[in-house]
């Protein structure tokens, strides 16, 4: 009698030890809970991360493309512009500039041209700004500016004529166009979120051109 009731005792206890279906289901619906939330933040941390660094980069393009594009201005002392067109009281074009430049060396070659050209989104490529620089013959293209939406550049007579005069004729922008004033909107998908940065530059004067 005291073997067989031992036996039951720790039958009984082994028993009580053991997981129940419902303990099992239980434990299991934390688990799955558990993991989404662990999911959901690791998702959005790193949807943050990538956001970053897509600005970091839209950012160090802008500041990059808006240096070349003030010392090619600046610097040159013509201008002729493809594709202008009116918008309200200002001349624009959002297709491109070609900027010529004095040849100070005087040896004959053909003259320095740089050409700024747009080329739009095309259904899910997104737009890009080319640079081509041309000198004695030889032309180096590269690609300076990424992901554009917009883009546009406004032409305005030289500084001290009123507000109402900043720009002139249509037909004579070649002719009238002193500073030019450079806009973009630039813009990176990441799944469902878009990234979006603005440049929005002030007028750079063509220094080398004569102020009528």
């Not at 005291?2 to 303990?23: C, D, G, N």
């Not at 610097?75 to 004095?102: C, D, E, F, M």
């Not at 720009?167 to 998908?189: F, T």
Request: charged content about 15%; cysteine-free; overall charge neutral.
């Amino acid at each position: 009698m005291t073997i067989s009731s031992r036996h039951k005792a720790h039958r009984a206890q082994s028993t009580r030890a053991a997981f129940t279906l419902v303990e099992l289901l239980i434990g299991v619906s934390l688990s799955v809970a558990l993991l989404a939330i662990i999911y959901s933040t690791f998702l959005v941390l790193a949807r943050g991360a990538i956001g970053t660094g897509n600005y970091a980069e839209m950012s160090r393009q802008s500041r990059n493309v808006m240096d070349i594009f003030a010392g090619d201005v600046r610097t040159a002392n013509g201008v002729a512009v493809a594709g202008p067109s009116v918008s309200g009281s200002s001349v624009i074009t959002s297709t491109g500039i070609t900027l010529s430049y004095p040849n100070y060396l005087d040896d004959g070659t053909d003259q320095t041209s740089v050409t700024y050209l747009y080329t739009p989104p095309n259904g899910a490529e997104p737009g890009y700004l080319t640079r081509s620089e041309t000198y004695g013959g030889t032309t180096d293209a590269r690609v300076v500016l990424n992901d554009i939406i917009r883009f546009e550049l406004k032409f305005y007579k030289a500084p001290g004529f009123t507000f109402a005069a900043a720009a002139g004729p249509l037909d004579s922008v070649n002719s009238w166009a002193k500073s030019i004033e450079m806009y973009a909107e630039l813009r990176r998908k990441l799944v469902s979120t878009n990234n979006t940065d603005y440049i929005i530059t002030t007028r750079f004067m063509m220094r080398n051109t004569s102020i009528d």
